[in-house]
Structures are given as structure tokens and as C-alpha cells.
């Protein structure tokens, strides 16, 4: 593999604000069927079958919010993101980063990092219950469920080939969710494989082998809430943040 000659735009940089709503391509409640299907630079992903998952401005919030709503359906949701294009070994440093808030802790799960799949009817990358994680799709990254024993804290799972469960007490970092109050969450991807979870600016945890560093391993970075129950899911975002390198093999 050979590498071709490099210019002054190697650096990959996505980020939505949601201050203003005229940086938001979609601002109703049913974003999914709008003819835009996108927020910023992302696209948006959601269950199509659902009418009540969406994107809107919170206006009341300083610095602006967008609030990610879900769905009532257990395991889908809604999620703005990339698309299944990124490779540590070929665009690391991957960093993906998000200042959330929760409404609530109840009824709800969120998820945020790195997935190998993102479809229009997007669905959660894992199931949880008590203290076990389960992998749906391959994802690293950070989570948030009540579906867990420790519903309030971030979690920072990496279920990857090979990976079925994870316990969540071997994850779980050490800082917990406050209902109305922001968190900085920062999770970072070197070129080997090995992996950052960062909250509030405080390193969580760090594994060696938190993804494959392999050409054809790639990824969708996301930010997503998803069902659990009845209930309807949300999650406010200040922003959403994706860096990477460019790749310049030929």
C-alpha cells in the first residue's frame, strides 16, 4: 500500500453547534420522513415505522440545545452520525465528543462512539440487563441505560469480534449522569487500536485493544437514544464533535 502525496486538508473535522435553527436541517418531530435527512454535516438515522423520533431546539438552554428524541419501541431509536467510514488504522486519532444532558435518568438509553452499522432504522448496538452488557453490533464507546444495575453512571463498554457480554462493573466509570446537568464526553481511537474514554476531562479508562487496527475495520461514529420501554427517549446535546486524519493511501 502506497502513499500518495499530501495537501493541507488531512485533518477530518465534523462538529454540529445546534445554536440556532439555522444551523439545524431539521427542527420537527418527525425527522426521519423530512426530505433533508441530515443535522449539520450528520446524517440522521431513525425508525422509519415511528412518528414520534426527531430533532428540536431547546431554546430555553444557554450556548443552545438540540434534543435527540427516540422512540417508544424497545432497542431503536434515533441517532445523528457519520456514515460507516472510519479506521483507526487509516484515520487515527478518531476522536468523537459530545456535551450532553439528560432530561431524566429513567426510561432511556444513549449511546455514544464508534458502531459498525448505521441504517435508516437504526437500532440500539447493545441490550443490557442487571450487570451484563450484550453486544448487538460491534461498538466502543460511552453508555448510558437504566436497563443496567448502576442506571445512573456512564458506561464505557467495547464489545467488539469475538465479544458476546461484558459486565458492566468492569466498565462502569466513575462518575454518574445528574438529571438537568451537562457532562463532557470525549472518547478517543489512536492508529493501533488502542482506546480513551475521557468525561469532564477526566481519563476513565484506557484499554490496548479498544478496536481492531486493521484497514477494513470500519465505523460510524454516533450519538443516539434509544427505547426501553413505553417510554418516549431524549437526550439534550450542546454538541456533537467527530475528528479524525485523512487517509492518504492510494
Known sequence: MSISGQSGVGK?????????????????TDAIKTAAGVCGPFSVYGSLAETDCGITLVASKASGYGRL???DEDGFGLAIG?????????????????????PALTAREIFIGLIDTAADDIADPVSCSGTTI????????????????ASTTWHMPYLLAGTTTQTSTGVASSQ??????????RL???????????????????????????????????????????????????????????????
Open 188 to 250: 478517543v481511537v489512536n492508529s493501533d487500536g488502542s482506546a480513551e474514554w475521557w468525561i469532564n476531562g477526566k481519563l476513565e479508562q484506557t484499554v490496548t485493544a479498544g478496536l481492531a487496527a486493521t484497514p477494513g475495520t470500519l465505523m460510524a461514529a454516533i450519538i443516539g437514544t434509544f427505547g426501553t420501554t413505553t417510554t418516549l427517549t431524549t437526550v439534550d446535546v450542546d454538541y456533537f464533535l467527530v475528528e479524525a486524519n485523512r487517509d492518504w493511501t492510494r
Open 69 to 71: 428524541s427516540g422512540t
Open 12 to 28: 477530518i473535522r465534523l462538529f454540529e453547534d445546534f445554536l440556532g435553527g439555522s444551523d439545524i436541517a431539521i427542527t420537527d
Open 176 to 185: 454518574v449522569a445528574v438529571a438537568t446537568e451537562s457532562d463532557i464526553l
Open 82 to 102: 457519520t456514515e460507516v467510514s472510519l479506521s483507526p488504522a487509516l484515520n487515527g486519532a478518531i476522536i468523537v465528543e459530545a456535551r450532553v444532558e439528560l
Open 134 to 149: 450484550t453486544k448487538a453490533h460491534e461498538s466502543v464507546g460511552f453508555l448510558f441505560t437504566s436497563d443496567l444495575t
